[in-house]
């Protein structure tokens, strides 16, 4: 089965910390560019990070440059995002999702579940 499963979302403070995980099964995740978005419920989806296939290098949005880090374990089949200092418009769901090309990018070939993220005091 080809599938991206998300975890490592939860309840975290204000300037907490988060690791969220994103692991394929029935691919090869090396294969393609990666990506993590967000997306809160009646809100568009906000491309968060990406990084290439072989980790040379990293896009990140605006919002979230200097607070967060994606890097990728290859022979693992799972790629991560670090997320620091956490704000309250952090909150969302996150999701994973492989590029058809380079990224940033605009097309995609799988998604995860999604995985929640809610930063509150």
């Known amino acids: 089965q080809v599938q991206l499963v998300e975890s490592g979302g939860g309840l975290v403070q204000p300037g907490g910390s988060l690791r969220l995980s994103c692991t394929a099964s029935g691919f090869t995740l090396g294969y393609y560019a990666i990506g993590w978005f967000r997306q809160a419920p009646g809100k568009e989806r906000e491309g968060v990070s990406c990084i290439s296939r072989n980790s040379a290098s990293t896009y990140y949005a605006d919002s979230v440059k200097g607070r967060f880090t994606i890097s990728r374990d290859n022979a693992k089949n799972t790629m991560y995002l670090t997320m620091n200092n956490l704000k309250p418009e952090d909150t969302d769901v996150y999701y994973c999702?492989?590029?058809?090309?380079?990224?940033?990018?605009?097309?995609?070939?799988?998604w995860g579940q999604g995985t929640q993220v809610t930063v509150s005091s």
């Open positions: 999702a492989t590029l058809v090309g380079p990224c940033p990018g605009d097309e995609y070939d799988f």
